[in-house]
């Protein structure tokens, strides 16, 4: 093959299922290309978790395609073309990605690669719906997701892309220096990150392994068990899926397989429920783009947060007070990932009984969790505060104490938590009712060993329901 195709890798780091490898694969020698572009990206910019996933998945992807992926940090409008001209390519394959900063870049990248005669192929290697197929009959988008997952399901799932790596893949020449991945400066300067290896291994047959343990450990249980921390019954995929180092379909298709080989097929669509969820905010944010700025719902536009850096500070340090919402932050940063219900708990705390702006939480967890996903991150704290799409009743408030008894938290707490380990569980979830003698034999001091309550959750939840009958 003398013609030479360059690959655009981004949020599709996998040789399995990728559908712009494959195209590229069949039509002669390929040019593998990741560019870190913090250009264009703005306020969108992948935040230090983030960047140490990227890290190490790039070293995944690169060892799998022989060291010959070709790595670079720059405005891809200005270096895709110039890999074109030097490498002698005539075409170009991507998968599409749908951040709005995104969308705008690569119209732009491929009307100027057209000009200069160019044949510029995108391909869906990142959603089971692209957002312009999953709609009303009248041609809009969801706002609610009951409506949007039923008419996904009446749409299908195309697993015409599920097929092993090209059979036949013929790479150009790479001549960048063996160091070429920890040239692009990815891993923070303080090493906080070193838990972040006990739990997850980036690349795609990381991802492999953890959709593996989780079919085989996990998914018997998961509409369950999915609710309780100390449990191991998520998937964890979050981060795979997000920077594309396994496919959606592949994930639904091999759960959907699991459940009917072990009849938990219950479980199993409540599994891929999850999955639809994740589609949802893909497809508010095409349709809404401005949802990381704007309140989906204009009348929170006048709510009263409160803006208190030390409110702040103490909520992403863990030190609340409240022991469920502490071990999620610490979870947090520890691991680069928090339990879904915990994040639920911790959000709502935040913005209701702290009355600290939803964006605030946003900004944090975004350079903190591995799984950072512009859509998934907005959408979900849109939804915690009330303002988002389907965020009804919008008024909830989740009190984290009763959270941390119906879901047995205690072994969760203790674990991240702990300075309360020596607390008997039922009094681990509230150690400020606890009574004297049992805080003097676990070794705690109120005040100095761990916090006392930051705020009272009855005073907070109020003045947080009368914030809202302000709203018109």
């Not at 990227?54 to 670079?72: I, N, P, R, T």
């Not at 944090?364 to 996903?373: E, N, R, T």
């Not at 104490?401 to 309360?420: D, G, H, M, N």
Request: one cysteine or more; hydrophobic letters at 40%.
């Amino acid at each position: 093959m003398s013609n030479t195709i360059l690959v655009w890798f981004r949020q599709d780091l996998r040789l399995r299922d990728n559908p712009a490898l494959h195209a590229a694969a069949s039509k002669g020698t390929v040019l593998p290309v990741y560019i870190l572009d913090d250009v264009h990206a703005g306020d969108a910019a992948m935040g230090a978790a983030s960047r140490w996933w990227l890290h190490h998945s790039l070293q995944s992807l690169d060892k799998s395609l022989g060291g010959k992926l070709q790595v670079f940090a720059g405005d891809p409008l200005q270096l895709i073309p110039r890999l074109m001209a030097e490498s002698g390519a005539d075409a170009i394959h991507w998968n599409r990605c749908y951040e709005p900063w995104q969308i705008k870049r690569d119209g732009e990248l491929k009307q100027r690669l057209k000009e200069d005669g160019a044949e510029v192929f995108s391909h869906n290697g990142l959603l089971i719906w692209e957002p312009w197929t999953n709609l009303k009959k009248d041609e809009t988008p969801y706002k609610v997701f009951t409506p949007f997952y039923r008419n996904g399901l009446s749409l299908g799932v195309d697993n015409s892309q599920l097929c092993d790596m090209p059979a036949e893949l013929h790479l150009a020449d790479c001549k960048q220096s063996p160091d070429k991945i920890d040239a692009l400066e990815l891993l923070p300067s303080i090493p906080w990150y070193e838990g972040f290896t006990e739990h997850f291994t980036p690349g795609e047959s990381g991802a492999e392994q953890k959709l593996d343990k989780f079919l085989c450990d996990g998914i018997a249980d998961y509409k369950q068990g999915r609710d309780y921390p100390a449990m191991e019954k998520v998937s964890r995929l979050s981060p795979h899926l997000h920077f594309g180092e396994i496919s959606p379909q592949r994930v639904w298709q091999q759960a959907h397989e699991a459940g009917m080989h072990s009849s938990v097929e219950t479980q199993a669509e409540h599994f891929q429920r999850e999955l639809a969820w994740r589609e949802f905010s893909y497809s508010l944010l095409y349709h809404f783009p401005t949802l990381t700025e704007d309140n989906m719902n204009s009348r929170f536009d006048s709510f009263p947060w409160m803006e208190d850096a030390a409110l702040l500070n103490i909520w992403q340090k863990g030190e609340t007070g409240y022991p469920l919402v502490d071990a999620g932050m610490r979870e947090l940063w520890t691991t680069g990932y928090m339990h879904n219900r915990v994040r639920m708990v911790v959000g709502s705390f935040l913005v209701k009984n702290l009355m600290q702006h939803w964006q605030q939480g946003a900004k944090w967890f975004w350079d903190c969790l591995l799984d950072a996903d512009l859509a998934n991150n907005t959408c979900s704290w849109q939804w915690v505060a009330g303002c988002g799409a389907d965020a009804a009743p919008y008024f909830r408030i989740f009190n984290p104490l009763t959270q941390s008894e119906k879901f047995e938290a205690a072994a969760y707490i203790k674990r991240y938590v702990p300075e309360l380990a020596k607390l008997p569980d039922k009094l681990v979830h509230n150690p400020s009712n606890a009574p004297q003698q049992e805080l003097e034999a676990a070794g705690i001091r109120l005040g100095k060993d761990y916090p006392e309550p930051v705020v009272d959750l009855k005073e907070s939840r109020e003045r947080a329901l009368a914030a809202y009958k302000t709203l018109n």
